[in-house]
């Protein structure tokens, strides 16, 4: 049996994942998880990470990879700063591209949310809309 992925979707889908799991050899491994974030709601997160960036609310000068960070921690990812070779600080620990659609949605609620009590600008129309 070669790798098989199953989205589920209805009964019939949860029957073939059920067979698959019945028929599978020893040591297979079973993975279950939520569907992970469209590349649309990928690429709104950047465009409002980067709004964020060169608005620069409260004073603070982050590139939007340190925004991702600060806002994965604010919402109780697990993230820290290491200090890079150059003595800049860099972000490490919880991937965004592992954020299930529902994780997702709320992280971009999240910044949305700062970002219009900070007055950012948002290149996209509705940063609420899409967000899956």
Known sequence: ???QTVIIRGPS???LAHKLVDC???DAVVNV???RRSLEANARFWAMLSDISRAKPDGRKH???VWKALFMNALGYETRFEMG???EPFPVGFRSSRLS??????LITFIAEYGDRHGVNWSEPN???GAQ
């Open 1 to 3: 049996m070669t790798g």
């Open 13 to 15: 889908h949860r029957a």
């Open 24 to 26: 599978a050899p020893p």
């Open 33 to 35: 998880r939520e569907k």
């Open 63 to 65: 590139t939007p990879e």
């Open 85 to 87: 070779l150059n003595g």
């Open 101 to 106: 659609v529902r994780q997702m949605a709320d």
């Open 127 to 129: 940063p609420y809309e």
